[in-house]
């Protein structure tokens, strides 16, 4: 599975971005696609993640409300909308998938794949 994250960029508070991650090779019906952050200085932290079958998410809670991931099957993508943005949500974004998660897991290390990453930053 490879994936391929875009849609980053400078944005100012209190606006909004999309994510896309595009897919390519074989999924499963446990396959769990997620976003994850990491800004200059932490460790890498969980965001959203949805399950490839059935839709079912999850959230962090800092983030609750404002982002929303979704499938687009027909695309092989996965998308994060991301609204309401804040200087805290400046850090560089990751998909990930878990291709045989029997859970919607929050931890990077139990996602099998990763994508590249891509910037985004809020200014106040």
């Known amino acids: 599975v490879q994936l391929q994250a875009s849609g980053g960029g400078l944005v100012q508070a209190g606006g909004s971005l999309r994510l896309s991650c595009a897919t390519s090779g074989r999924t499963f019906s446990s396959t769990v696609m997620g976003w994850f952050r990491q800004a200059p200085g932490k460790e890498r932290e969980f965001v959203a993640a949805?399950?490839?079958?059935?839709?079912?998410?999850n959230y962090a809670d800092s983030v609750k409300g404002r982002f929303t991931i979704i499938i687009d099957n027909a695309k092989n993508t996965v998308y994060l909308q991301m609204n309401g943005l804040n200087p805290e949500d400046t850090a560089v974004y990751y998909c990930?998938?878990?291709?045989?998660?029997?859970?919607?897991?929050?931890?990077?290390?139990?996602?099998?794949?990763w994508g590249q990453g891509t910037l985004v930053t809020v200014s106040s």
């Open positions: 949805i399950k490839w079958s059935g839709g079912r998410t």
């Open positions: 990930a998938a878990d291709l045989a998660a029997s859970v919607i897991p929050t931890t990077p290390k139990a996602y099998n794949y």
